[in-house]
Structure formats: structure tokens, C-alpha cells
């Protein structure tokens, strides 16, 4: 199996880009951010990877993640969240976060996720 690392990532997403069209390529607006929560009982912790340039943010605890979540959305409307689980756990818990749930009230909403 090979190991996943961040280069292998952005390697990968810039091959793939790469195979579109020169058209494709200039309308296409999409930041592309892989992310993953983790939660524990008094702590949230949220990696962000931008696949595009390679930069890593690990982010812990709701206030700093509300605040850079916020920070990322407002700065670039074209920005898009992906990762394994989104639709059904991740995203849940960005939504929680930015409509101001503490700690606790996370980590209750992933274990009744989980």
C-alpha cells in the first residue's frame, strides 16, 4: 500500500488538473481544501491541507477553528471542503462550529454522528 503523504496529494491533484483542457483549466475557480476532524471530550481538532499549494493548518479547539474557518470562507467564495466523510460527519461539524457550538456540545454531536 502506499503511504499518503501531503506531497503525494498536491502531486496527484496536479496531475489530474493538468489532464483538463487549457479552457478547463482557465474557468476553473475551485479552492480545494482536504480536511478532518478529530474530537475528544474537552478538544476539536480540525487539519486542513490546501491541496493546490501544500500548506497544512492544524487548528484546535472550536474558537480558533470558527475563527479560520470564517476567515477562509469569506476570503474566497470559491472554496471547497472535501474529504472522506463530509456529507455525513465533517460538515456537520463545520455548520456546529460556525453557529457557535462549544467543546461539548461538538463532541456530543460527533459521537451521535459516529
Known amino acids: 500500500m502506499k503511504q499518503v503523504t501531503v506531497e503525494l496529494v498536491v502531486e496527484t491533484f496536479k ?5 483538463l483542457s487549457e479552457e478547463a483549466r482557465k474557468t476553473f475557480r475551485q479552492r480545494f481544501l482536504v480536511h478532518d476532524y478529530e474530537t475528544f471530550p474537552n478538544d476539536t481538532h ?20 470558527r475563527e479560520h474557518v470564517r476567515k477562509l470562507f469569506l476570503r474566497d467564495d470559491s ?6 466523510n463530509n456529507k455525513n460527519f465533517d460538515n456537520k461539524l463545520t455548520d456546529a462550529i460556525l ?3 462549544n467543546e ?5 454531536l460527533s459521537d451521535d454522528l459516529v
Do not use: M, N, P
Not at 461539548?104 to 456530543?108: D, E, L
Open 46 to 65: 480540525l487539519t486542513v491541507l490546501d491541496i493546490v499549494t501544500g500548506q497544512v493548518w492544524s487548528l484546535w479547539g472550536v474558537e480558533q477553528i
Open 15 to 19: 496531475a489530474r488538473f493538468a489532464e
Open 79 to 84: 472554496t471547497v471542503f472535501v474529504g472522506f
Open 104 to 108: 461539548q456540545a461538538v463532541k456530543r
Open 99 to 101: 453557529a457557535g457550538a
